[in-house]
């Protein structure tokens, strides 16, 4: 491990680095992965499809997340987060793109952060566009169901949580303020598409880096292995630290596989080794 760690500390040494991080760097916040240990965990994730077009699903969602969100809000950056913003702080991080929806980076104090999938602290009406804090949401769905209660539950990665049916089926949702339409939080679904935009400033970040450092992710979806490919295409050297296989280690100049938190703060320990090494 220590020379993967002397390896990567040599490229992100050159600064520029651009950060992508999946699920797997807000697990130690007490976030859960989808895959976890490599196996779909037993509820697959609502989908677009069935948001727009399912009122009872939407029902279901919105149960869920009335517990759910409670949970991820009280959530709190981990040593990870806290790595990446050192690393941006000290001028070795140009920025970052997450794919996650949970805010701890900029929370950690990362800056220039891009939210790939969105923020699950704000809602989006369908309907009119008006955006709104989850907070506000929050308020309105406490009034609206004063009987429903804590529960102890699992906490799933977009922020819902498990429920019984029979609590879900007397769950009260409630609509847009402005219009009276359909509220969704303000997050990629599955199935759902990444704004135009958001993709092409994720592209252009990714082309003027020095180094793309993928942090916490498999890989798996094409979502985030694109930036992986393009750099690969740009002939840019892109390094992985995750525990476990990703999609792109065949692509990676260095591949770290070892726990997160424990391999920045090495890097980071071992950066202000050899800045103290040039400055002597």
Not at 29 to 47: E, V
Not at 166 to 174: A, H, K, Q, S
Request: with cysteine; proline share 4%.
């Amino acid at each position: 491990m220590d020379t993967a760690i002397e390896a990567l500390a040599d490229l992100i040494g050159d600064r520029g680095v651009v950060v992508l991080t999946g699920a797997g760097i807000s697990t130690d916040s007490g976030i859960p992965d989808y895959r976890g240990d490599g196996r779909r965990l037993r509820r697959t994730p609502m989908t677009y499809q069935e948001f727009v077009g399912d009122g009872e699903a939407r029902r279901r969602y919105w149960a869920r997340s009335h517990v759910g969100w409670t949970r991820m809000k009280r959530a709190r950056p981990n040593r990870s987060h806290y790595a990446v913003a050192r690393l941006q702080a000290e001028g070795y991080v140009r920025s970052v793109i997450t794919q996650n929806v949970d805010g701890l980076h900029q929370e950690a104090g990362s800056e220039d952060v891009l939210e790939l999938h969105g923020s699950l602290a704000e809602t989006v009406c369908l309907g009119c566009g008006d955006r709104r804090s989850r907070l506000e949401l929050q308020h309105r769905l406490e009034a609206a169901n004063p009987h429903f209660s804590s529960w102890a539950t699992a906490t799933a990665p977009d922020g819902d949580a498990d429920l019984p049916d029979e609590l879900v089926e007397g769950f009260r949702i409630v609509d847009c303020l402005d219009c009276g339409g359909v509220l969704k939080p303000d997050v990629v679904f599955f199935g759902e598409s990444v704004p135009r935009p958001r993709v092409v400033e994720a592209f252009r970040r990714v082309d003027e880096s020095s180094c793309l450092l993928v942090l916490g992710s498999s890989l798996t979806v094409m979502s985030g292995y694109r930036f992986v490919l393009a750099a690969r295409k740009a002939a840019t050297p892109v390094a992985i630290v995750n525990r476990g296989p990703t999609r792109g280690d065949g692509d990676a100049t260095v591949r770290v596989d070892a726990g997160l938190a424990e391999s920045l703060e090495r890097l980071c320990n071992q950066l202000g080794r050899s800045r103290l090494v040039i400055s002597g």
